[in-house]
Nanobody, 120 residues
């Protein structure tokens, strides 16, 4: 089971840190990532990190603004988001799988999501 937290409402230019917690002991064995879905739009890839955290991938739209990290001893993954814009408004979902990549469709385990709203 994956649980996201840390979402909220911020003004443009603000920052948020999202947390994904996995409550099973195999958590460190999975690649992890973040996706987001805005109303009426398809789910889109945001960021991914490998099992040991040595490699990350970010969508072009968030490069330079978002950072993905993980702490396996805490069963947690993080998405530090800065310089937020209204275009970042979406439900952010945590994903886990054998691999997580922008061009990989899964299968993934999914969390329920956390809402991020950025006002102009």
């Amino acid at each position: 089971q994956l649980t996201e937290s840390g979402g909220g409402a911020v003004p443009a230019g603000g920052s948020l840190r999202l947390i994904c917690t996995g409550n099973w002991r195999m958590f460190p064995n999975y690649a992890l990532g973040w996706f987001r879905q805005a109303p009426g739009q398809e789910r889109e890839f945001v960021a991914a990190i490998t099992r040991n955290g040595d490699t990350t991938e970010l969508a072009d739209s968030v490069k330079g603004r978002f950072t993905i990290t993980r702490e396996n001893d805490k069963n947690e993954m993080y998405l530090q988001m800065s310089a937020l814009t209204p275009a970042d408004t979406a439900v952010y979902l945590c994903a886990a799988g054998m691999r997580v990549q922008s061009d990989y469709k899964g299968p993934y385990y999914w969390g329920q999501g956390t809402q991020v709203t950025v006002s102009s």
